[in-house]
């Protein structure tokens, strides 16, 4: 017979899990400010999963334009000539990223410094409810305003599809964001923003910043614990 099987997918072996923090300097043969990417172990996309949801609202409460980081370090202080987070699952387990251009590189440690800490804050305590209401609504109507063309409709429904097989998935995925509260949140950063699993790297044409990349993942290797939290308490591309 001429018949041949299909499209078999082939069987992927799991990344062993992160013992601890790991960080990288890449020196640029050029002049360049320092970019600072620091990246956590996520979750795969779910449309259903809440803490998969979760994850994608922490990243825009915690490091998103409207943030207190954000407007810390790129408003306030403008020690961040830019400062973006991605943290959109994809199909497969990734990365929750948050990447900045420094403006002064004897800053580096200082701006590590308070990504670390807005991670052990949204660790520690639910995040603020208008924020966060706010942010959901941000999400349903960017992506709203994302289907007013045929090109557009297009690129948003890509990533539903790739991950799914078809397009359903868009109304599980924003029945589960309006489901999503603030404990949902905490939850997410708890898992996710994990010391162990935290990788940090640097792109910069100045050795000197290998040290204070080293202090930063030092100071992250310090373990977490529930009990440091006291009283305290996820088809979107």
Known sequence: SSWKPGYAA????????????????????????PILSVNYKGPA?????????????LGLVAFGPNSDLYKKLVIQARKAQSFSADFEPARDPGLLSITT????????D??????????????????????????????????LMSLETAQGACFALVPPAAYTGDIEAVEDFYRTLD??????????ARRFLVAKHLGMGTLD???????????????AHAPFTQGDCGSCHNPHG
């Open 10 to 33: 082939p069987k992927v072996a799991a990344e062993p899990p992160q013992a601890g923090p790991r960080s990288a300097v890449v020196q640029f043969p050029g002049s360049t400010l």
């Open 45 to 57: 996309w779910s449309a259903k999963d809440r803490l998969s949801v979760a994850a994608e609202v």
């Open 101 to 108: 251009m420094v403006t002064n590189p004897a800053d580096i």
């Open 110 to 143: 200082a701006v590590a410094a308070e990504i670390e800490k807005t991670a052990e804050r949204y660790r520690s305590r639910p995040c603020d409810p208008k924020l966060l209401e706010d942010t959901k609504s941000a999400m349903k109507y960017e992506f």
């Open 179 to 188: 489901s999503i509260t603030a404990e949902d949140v905490l939850e997410a």
């Open 205 to 219: 044409d100045d050795i000197g910043i290998e040290v204070g990349i080293t202090r930063a993942v030092d100071r």
